[in-house]
Nanobody, 122 residues
Framework: QVQLVESGGGLVQAGGSLRLSCAASGSFFSINSMGWYRQAPEKPRELVAGITSGGSTNYADSVKGRFTISRDNAKNTVYLQMNTLKPEDTAVYHC????????????????WGQGTQVSVSS
């Protein structure tokens, strides 16, 4: 019952920039955290960046200093600003949200976006 709509992917030359966005909609009580993961061929899925409702962030070592994650709680949207892109950043990027469905339910659930392709040419 939670949908994550991603946008912003595309093809860019090395050194360029892209900004990804992910908007959550549906029925839920709160979003506990949101993050971006990426999956490249023959590589395991990895966490790129995450952010909590309180604003704490975490980044993969490979993107520190180049990528910035931010969150607009009023819009239930998370962004990933990607600068100085490298060919190694080429992957399908997926948004993930961890949500509490109702106020009285102790369970937390993960929802994933459909993914957006980021391709960086050399």
């Amino acid at each position: 019952q939670v949908q994550l709509v991603e946008s912003g992917g595309g093809l860019v030359q090395a050194g360029g920039s892209l900004r990804l966005s992910c908007a959550a909609s549906g029925s839920f009580f709160s979003i506990n955290s949101m993050g971006w993961y990426r999956q490249a061929p023959e590589k395991p899925r990895e966490l790129v960046a995450g952010i909590t409702s309180g604003g704490s962030t975490n980044y993969a070592d490979s993107v520190k200093g180049r990528f910035t994650i931010s969150r607009d709680n009023a819009k239930n949207t998370v962004y990933l600003q990607m600068n100085t892109l490298k060919p190694e950043d080429t992957a399908v990027y997926h948004c993930k949200a961890i949500v509490t469905v109702t106020q009285t339910s102790p369970g937390k659930y993960q929802y994933w976006g459909q993914g957006t392709q980021v391709s960086v040419s050399s």
